[in-house]
Each structure stands twice: as structure tokens, then as C-alpha cells.
């Protein structure tokens, strides 16, 4: 295969596992009233399902490296594109919550080892010289697909049935393991080194059990009894790890990249940011469906302006930083974020759509911009041999914050809707999640404004927007 071609098709393969997985994320938050309503449930309590999709990547993204390393990354991106679609088949045939959760745990898993192996496929394919050519290609996806799934998944699931929506990752799956075959070479290492098993399992069980207790807080899927010591026994097993992690020399999730000051500050300043944020996804679509009365398909026509506030901000992001700085940038830009997010709110009934549109594209393009800011931020002052590493603990910090993001964002709501004594939700239950959530972007500033004044100067220089477009986020 000539180099040209290879640039271009190895990225192209891995994009249509992206893009799978892209749409796949966003696609279901437009469909969970229409589920709710099938399931038998309050459409809150669906908060479960989303959470233990990211809980699934949460858990396998700090494996996934070495797995690809010991079988071969060809063989692990097949897999995993395997797993995705029989997850997102289990999804469609789903008929219960608890099924339909088990389900999406499944395409967690998947989409945990298909979208960092893809990355590493590229990464020893594609020659140096051309690397920043196919990060180009990869960044597409990364772009359309949040765009695509809400309104995909309104259309399907207001003139269809929200199971359909499901069976859209069967042909792009079957053409990404076709092309994996045909394109790609089964690169592994020889010698990968052991795997921390025993903290693997400890950091593993503390986090999924700890954020599926909180999902499970105020629901009937268990007892608030088992929901509390599901939480207190994920906390002993995550504290376990801490003092593990502090005693050996290759921890699986290695800590002490936490004592480096600018990757502290994208982590733990961009955790309090994505906790926030990660909940608009699902109070969005609901509060437009539940709250305003209108369709899915209506729901998917004005969070999918998110998306394209995003792109805006690709053309604005290196421009912005180059003048002023992450710090800066990090302090102001969080602030605005918050207060986009506590804006979605204030919608009541009869609020013009074109003004909600306009909200919510707002509130893509300032958190897009964080998320550039925070990406390129973490590995200023990160040795090249320990980006690995490093992204595997930044990775999965970023899903847990994702996932508690929208479980504060629904313990917040069921709360509201119960001091207010509504028996389904109004659309003055949703103001106090706003709030709260964009609160927590608004907290983020604590952390970031302990930067020095020059943080991460010279990659501000440099090509922030290009590098920082293929990072694990989402929409």
C-alpha cells in the first residue's frame, strides 16, 4: 500500500469506528422519554442507562493498550467493533431497564477498546510526516457525529421506533471489519510487560460501584439502603487504590502524574468542568420533550446546534489561546460555559425556538473551547514516554466526570420535582439542575486560576486546535 493511500484509508477505518461510536453517544439522549415510556419508568431514572455506557469505557480504557500490545491491535480493534455492535443488538432487543443497561454496559466496553486502539493503529501505521494529516481525517467523526446522532435519533424515534436506532452501527460496523481485514496489520508487541491486575480490579469495582450507586439513589431499581453501600464500598475500594498506586512502580492508573501542575489542572479543574457539562446531554433533550412538549425529532433539531457551536469554535480556539493564554482563557471561558448552561433553565413554555437554539449554540461553542484548552493543556509538561500513561488516568477520570455529571444532574432534578410536589415533571423542575450543574463549570475556575501566568506557553504557540481536535470527548 502506497504511503499517500495509507494515510488516507488507515484513518478512514478508524473514523468509521469513531463515528459509530460518536453518533451511538448521542444518539440515545433524544430517544430516552419514547424508552422511558416503553420501559414503564419516570424518564429520570434512565439516567442508569447512560451512565453505565460510560462507566464501560470508564473501566477498560486503562487496559486497552496493553490488550492491543499482547494480541495485536488488528485483533482488538475487530473485537472491540464486535462487541459495540452486539451490544448496540442487545440495545434494540432490550425489554426492561435493567437489560437495556446491561446493554449499553456492553457497547462501553467496545467502544473502550475501539476508539484508543484505533489511535495507537494510527499511530505506528501512518508516517510521522503525514501524522498530522490523518489526526485531520480522524477529527470528522469526531465533528459530524454529535451533529448527526441527536437528529438521527429524533427522527427514528419520532416517525419510527426508537429501537431502530440501534441497528444504524450494523453497516458501518460490518464495513470497518471488512476494511480492518483488508488494511490493516495485526502490530503488537513482543514483550508488553505485566498487567496490574490487582489494581485493575480495585480501581475497576471502586468506580463502577460507587457511580452506579449514585444512579441508583432515589430510583426502585434497588433500595436506598443497597444504593448507599454500593457507593461507600466503590469509596473503600477507590481509597484501597489510592494507597496501592502510592507503593508501586507501574500502577495501572498511575497518580502521581497528579503532582504535575498543568496536567493537574486539565484533570481535576476539567473534572469539575465535565461534571457540569456532561449532564446537558441528557437534561437537554428531556427537559425540551417533557418539559416543552415537543418531539423527538424537534428535541434532536435544536441540540444538535451544540455540535455546530462547536465547530465555530475550531476556527477561533489556537487564535484565542495564542493571544491570551490557558490560563486566561480556562478562568474566563469556564464562567461563560457556566452561565450558558444555567441559561438552558430558563426555557418555559412558549420561549421562542429560535432564542433556544441560539442558547444552546452558545453552549457548544464555550464548553468546545474548553475542552480544546483542557486536552492540549494536559501534556505541557508531560514526557513523550509517558503520554501513554498519562492518557490512560486522564481518560478515565474524564468518563467518571461524564457519568456523575448526569447523575448529580438527576438526583438534582428528582429532587426538585419532589419539593415542588409535581407527580411528573414541569418545566420549573428543571431550573435548579441547570443551576447546579452550571455551577460546577463555574468551580472549575478554583483550580485552573492556581496556574502560573505562562502555563503551557509554548504549546499555545503551536498547533492547538489540530492536536487537541482528536481528543476523547464528547459532544
Known amino acids: 500500500m502506497s504511503l499517500a493511500l495509507k494515510t488516507f484509508i488507515v484513518p478512514l477505518i478508524v473514523a468509521c469506528a469513531m463515528f459509530m461510536e460518536a453518533v451511538d453517544a448521542n444518539v440515545i439522549v433524544t430517544a430516552l422519554p419514547a424508552m422511558a415510556h416503553d420501559f414503564g419508568r419516570d424518564p429520570v431514572t434512565l439516567k442508569i442507562a447512560v451512565t453505565s455506557y460510560v462507566l464501560g469505557l470508564g473501566v477498560f480504557i486503562p487496559i486497552c493498550g496493553w490488550v492491543a500490545d499482547r494480541f495485536g491491535a488488528r485483533t482488538v480493534f475487530r473485537l472491540a467493533i464486535c462487541i459495540f455492535v452486539g451490544g448496540s443488538m442487545l440495545c434494540a432487543a432490550s425489554n426492561s431497564l435493567i437489560t437495556f443497561t446491561a446493554a449499553r454496559f456492553v457497547q462501553g466496553i467496545g467502544g473502550a477498546m475501539m476508539v484508543p486502539v484505533g489511535r495507537i493503529i494510527i499511530f505506528r501505521a501512518v508516517h510521522r510526516s503525514e501524522f498530522i494529516r490523518a489526526m485531520n481525517y480522524l477529527s470528522l467523526p469526531a465533528m459530524l457525529g454529535p451533529a448527526a446522532g441527536p437528529l438521527l435519533g429524533g427522527f427514528i424515534t419520532t416517525y419510527l421506533h426508537w429501537r431502530l436506532i440501534f441497528f444504524i452501527n450494523i453497516p458501518i460496523g460490518i464495513l470497518g471489519i471488512y476494511l480492518t481485514n483488508r488494511h490493516i496489520a495485526n502490530m503488537r508487541e513482543e514483550h508488553p510487560g505485566p498487567l496490574d491486575w490487582f489494581g485493575f480490579f480495585l480501581s475497576a469495582s471502586g ?116 493571544h491570551y493564554g490557558f490560563r486566561t482563557v480556562l478562568m474566563y471561558n469556564a464562567a461563560l460555559s457556566g452561565i450558558a448552561i444555567a441559561a438552558c433553565g430558563t426555557f418555559f413554555p412558549g420561549t421562542p425556538t429560535s432564542v433556544i437554539w441560539l442558547v444552546v449554540l452558545l453552549g457548544g461553542f464555550f464548553p468546545a473551547l474548553q475542552f480544546t484548552s483542557l486536552n492540549s493543556l494536559a501534556y505541557a509538561e508531560i514526557e513523550s514516554r509517558d503520554v501513554g500513561r498519562a492518557t490512560s488516568l486522564a481518560s478515565v477520570i474524564q468518563q467518571i466526570s461524564l457519568g456523575l455529571g448526569v447523575t448529580v444532574a438527576g438526583i438534582v432534578l428528582e429532587a426538585s420535582q419532589q419539593l415542588q410536589g409535581h407527580a411528573t415533571i414541569q418545566w420549573t423542575d428543571f431550573w435548579p439542575a441547570f443551576l447546579v450543574v452550571g455551577l460546577f463549570s463555574v468551580a472549575s475556575i478554583a483550580v485552573t486560576r492556581r496556574l502560573p501566568h505562562n502555563a503551557g506557553a509554548d504549546i499555545a504557540r503551536g498547533r492547538v486546535a489540530s492536536t487537541a481536535a482528536s481528543g476523547p470527548e464528547p459532544s
Not at 444512579?215 to 466503590?234: E, I
Not at 412538549?293 to 424537534?298: D, E, K, L, Y
Request: a positive charge; hydrophobic letters at 55%.
Open 207 to 322: 468506580g463502577s460501584l460507587f457511580l452506579l450507586g449514585l444512579s441508583l439513589v432515589g430510583g426502585d431499581l434497588v433500595s436506598g439502603s443497597t444504593a448507599f453501600y454500593m457507593c461507600v464500598t466503590g469509596l473503600v475500594a477507590l481509597l484501597a487504590y489510592w494507597f496501592y498506586a502510592q507503593r508501586i512502580t507501574r500502577p495501572i492508573l498511575d497518580l502521581r502524574f497528579l503532582r504535575v501542575p498543568t496536567f493537574q489542572a486539565s484533570v481535576l479543574g476539567g473534572s469539575l468542568f465535565r461534571i457540569g457539562l456532561g449532564a446537558v446531554p441528557f437534561l437537554l433533550p428531556l427537559s425540551l420533550q417533557e418539559a416543552l412538549g415537543m418531539t423527538a425529532f424537534q428535541s434532536g433539531l435544536i441540540t444538535c446546534a451544540s455540535a455546530v457551536g462547536g465547530m465555530f469554535m475550531r476556527t477561533a480556539a489556537a487564535r484565542l489561546l495564542r
